[in-house]
């Protein structure tokens, strides 16, 4: 495996539920993001862990929660979603301090219904 | 006003046509300036890296900033239908874990 691997490719979850999405990546980066991706939107940035640390967006609802475990794994964990919450969640990595900008995984299609 | 403005479209041009894509952003502290390019059903790929004013060539594709402007531009010569996805410019103040601050996107046909 090679770049950003992200899974599940597509997922349907009731509002309910409680799901994880999953982020690897295999580029010895040690900076990684989770992005939203809403139509007709810029991306949105959720979470940055960075060198152990997180920063995140405040406006990020806290039925979103990030969990970064070492530097090659990222875990987004969803509970109660809304119907507005339906996007594309991007994962993405870079070496904090250099520059190159970000290499993207192809993302998780979230519908909550 | 958004910090980065970026015309969604879409835009559609014949096949060899040249492109040409913006973005206008109003944070002068920006320096480092990316488009992305993202096919359906996949994530961004970067294309283009630059850093403050000037222009940067990679074989069809031409990043130009104008930072006295606060525009940046891509441009695409010989565009090929491969070419069609959607284009993202985004930048960010530094080289750390940045925050990058994306556009909304451009969708592009390029038409045969």
């Known amino acids: ?15 309910t539920n409680k799901k994880s999405l999953k982020c690897e990546q295999h580029l010895g980066h040690n900076a990684m993001y989770w992005y939203k991706q809403s139509a007709k939107k810029p991306l949105e940035l959720m979470f940055v862990y960075s060198l152990e640390e997180r920063v995140e967006n405040n406006s990020v609802p806290s039925r979103f929660s990030p969990e970064c475990p070492n530097s090659s794994h990222l875990f987004l964990h969803l509970h109660t979603l809304q119907p507005e919450d339906s996007a594309l969640y991007l994962c993405a990595s870079s070496q904090a301090l ?14 909550v219904v | 006003q958004k910090e980065v403005e970026q015309d969604p479209g879409p835009l559609s041009v014949p096949e060899g046509a040249i492109v040409s894509l913006n973005c206008t952003y109003s944070n002068s502290a920006f320096q480092y300036f990316m488009w992305y390019r993202q096919y359906s059903r996949k994530g961004p790929e970067l294309l283009m890296y630059t850093y403050s004013s000037g222009n940067k060539e990679d074989g069809r594709f031409t990043a130009q900033v104008d930072k006295s402007s606060k525009y940046i531009s891509l441009f695409i010569r010989d565009s090929q239908p491969s070419d069609s996805a959607t284009y993202l410019c985004a930048m960010s103040v530094g080289q750390g874990a940045q925050k990058l601050v994306f556009g909304q996107g451009t969708r592009l046909t390029i038409n045969p």
């Open chain 1, 1 to 15: 495996e090679t770049g950003v691997t992200q899974t599940p490719r597509h997922l349907v979850m009731g509002m």
């Open chain 1, 98 to 111: 250099e520059g190159g900008g970000y290499t993207f995984g192809s993302g998780t299609r979230l519908t």
